[in-house]
DNA sequence: TCTTGACTTGGACAAAGTCCAATGTAGGAT
DNA sequence: ATCCTACATTGGACTTTGTCCAAGTCAAGA
């Protein structure tokens, strides 16, 4: 699940495979961290040390629109990118502690929303955030 | 359950009653869409033509440390601010524009988690956001 | 009505992100 | 192998969103 199937695949798509989007692709490859837009371009400039913020929020935007990242905003601040995008997860959050577990909900999601309930839109995804105590959490 | 509640209870706290924060109040008392502190500010600036933005931004703060009103970052975008923060609800949010609206799913959310799917942790609450686009932007 | 501490203001500042004209270059064409 | 050119990159200006602060203002209790 490395990056250079991203690589391939924004290579089957026609686009150029230049050193920048290398060096981003191998950025976000890395740990499970997902950083921000100036982190990966901070983490990019260490291999590439003239890379521009342009560049890497560029890139990051074209990989979002691949769908093989995903944009998550937690908390108002900045973006955060995501590079396991490819199977669909949600998350389960202590409340005390902080722990995030990825889980995979039963049943079709989107479902829940009746139609009389969406006002006109097009709806097309969903994001679902249970909360509560972790089992260390709840004993202590 | 007007903002004159909010009003009260504010007073109630020792705060000073002034009319930026009543015109503050008065705006997020309307409709169920969730408006930027931007938004707020022009809205409130109708009302109240001086009041600064410096206010707005700390007048918000202080009713959501109070518990008033929910702030809600979805994109990474500006925050918006939901007044209706005393009922369980979820958000329908454009992923063209951010507007959001309240919605309310049916069925148990917290059921779509399985036990297996619970890690020990005791899960007693969840959040949901829709995503798509609003029928503005689908039709632009 | 006076006083005072809390509130408001406008502007400077900062962080996150977008936009653009000029420059550079990947990769197909020759 | 080299040339071309459409596409990518760059840096800086700009925008949006939000914070901070010193100075002025005012709500409300005495």
Redesign the interface.
């Given at each position: 699940m490395g990056m250079s199937d991203l690589l391939d695949r924004l290579r089957g798509r026609g686009w150029r495979l230049t050193a920048q989007r290398r060096v981003v692709a191998e950025v976000l490859d890395g740990d499970h961290v997902h950083y921000t837009a100036d982190e990966v371009h901070a983490k990019a400039a260490e291999l590439l040390p003239e890379i521009s913020r342009a560049t890497v929020y560029n890139t990051l935007g074209e990989m979002v629109s691949l769908g093989e990242v995903l944009?998550v905003?937690?908390?108002?601040?900045?973006?955060r990118y995501d590079p396991n995008a490819h199977h669909a997860h949600q998350h389960?959050v202590?409340?005390r502690c902080g722990t995030i577990?990825d889980?995979?909900?039963?049943?079709d999601?989107?479902a829940?929303?009746?139609a009389e309930?969406?006002?006109?839109?097009?709806?097309?995804?969903?994001?679902?955030?249970?909360?509560?105590?972790?089992?260390g959490c709840?004993a202590g």
């Open positions: 944009e905003s937690t908390d108002g601040r900045a973006k389960l202590c409340s577990r889980v995979h909900p039963s049943g999601l989107l829940g929303l009746p309930q969406r006002f006109g839109f097009q709806v097309s995804a969903v994001e679902v955030t249970y909360r509560g105590l972790c089992p709840a």
